[in-house]
């Protein structure tokens, strides 16, 4: 029930973002936006560092990497020294995009977030980080067994 439960707050707030971004009259999908975030702040990246850093698989890097590359955001480019790895990097265009985004779109989206999260003792993304910290020290199955409560 908890994943259930958290995939569909995260796919709210893609949403409720996914609005705001057409609102600034930015036209690529919230599930880009970390890709070119990751270039932005690292430089110019291979597939598989990029997949890395964004915890996703290679196969849904490329073809989020495609589509950007159409839109003309991002460029790639083979490395001299191996031709079958291609370095990914922001173009003008993509940088300027990102950049207007952290300075009017990303303050807009976080000042929202945490007036959802009035209230709370932590902000939401401070305690999915201490959830996803926990989990990458154990799993939830692990936890169970640690604990005695898991009866399967």
Known sequence: MLGTRLKRIGERLQSDTQTLIHGAGISIPTAQFPLLVALHRYGPLNIGDLAGSLGISQPGVTRMVRLLEASGLIRTAPLPEDQRIKTVALTSEGEEMVTRSMEVLWPN??????????????????????????LDEASLAKRARHTGKDRT
Do not use: H, I, P, R
């Not at 977030?113 to 910290?133: H, R, Y």
């Open 109 to 134: 989206v976080e000042a929202a977030v945490v007036d959802a999260c009035a209230g709370f003792s932590e902000s939401l993304l401070e305690q999915l980080g201490k959830l996803e910290d926990a």
